[in-house]
């Protein structure tokens, strides 16, 4: 089951990674228009779990009907009905990426973990076979690993990218296997640093137990 809003408390125990950021509300915008180009699980790399669009026009530009459409597209991707204009965040933008060519390395500054969303808006590329072919704006869900310091980009493979952008992604969970990206987990898991914490506070109290007897016997 998909959980895009995580607790304070867990907040808290997990180490180093932004929660997922799909604030939830109530119903979204009439929609936006689909457009005669299809989005693939291929077009990015991670290949997508999920995809909707493309719908035509730029819904990354942030205007009220902009939002409003991509609450209806957010909705449509992760199969609910919660989001409206105003009530989803975003964790990163990018705006007029040189995409002439594919495939289009993109890197949003963020680490990304497990579940995430993102969109790519790309303009009028004519190229074939990759090109949309018409102003447009498509909805990616996919997994970004456990990686240890997060997936640190993907690769979009289409022509003509313009704006991206990522509005949710995960948290580290601490592993003590292979994690990949450079070895096996260092972070402890929640649970892991609960005993730490207790086996310390176990020692001084026995520190001071001793310091009291001696000082009784003295």
């Known amino acids: 089951m998909r959980n895009l809003v995580f607790g ?12 997922l950021a799909l604030a939830k509300g109530g119903g979204g915008g009439t929609g936006p228009t689909l457009g005669g180009h299809a989005c693939a ?21 942030g205007s009220p009907t902009d939002n409003a459409d991509t609450a209806v597209a957010l909705n449509t991707l992760l199969g609910v009905s919660t989001f409206t204009a105003t ?8 705006s007029n990426l040189p995409g002439n ?23 009028a590329a004519k190229g074939s076979p990759t090109g949309v072919g018409y102003q447009a704006t498509a909805f990616y869900e996919f997994d970004a690993g456990n990686l240890v310091g997060g997936l640190q980009s993907i690769l979009f493979n289409i022509q003509g990218l313009s704006n991206a952008r ?12 292979d994690c990949g990206g450079g070895g096996g987990g260092s972070v402890p898991e929640p649970a892991t640093w ?3 914490l207790i086996g310390v506070g176990c020692v001084g109290a026995g520190a001071r137990m001793r310091r009291r007897d001696a000082i009784i016997a003295a």
């Open 8 to 19: 304070m408390a867990t907040a808290a125990l997990v180490i180093g990674a932004p929660q």
């Open 41 to 61: 699980s291929g077009d990015i790399t991670p290949g997508a779990q999920a995809c909707t669009g493309w719908y035509t026009g730029n819904l990354d530009g």
């Open 87 to 94: 009530n989803f965040t975003v964790l990163s933008t990018l």
């Open 101 to 123: 060519s594919e495939p289009n390395a993109v890197d949003f500054s963020v680490p990304m973990y497990g579940e995430t969303v993102i969109s790519f808006h790309v303009g």
């Open 166 to 177: 990522l509005y949710s992604t995960g948290a580290y969970q601490g592993c003590t296997g």
């Open 194 to 196: 609960a005993l730490m």
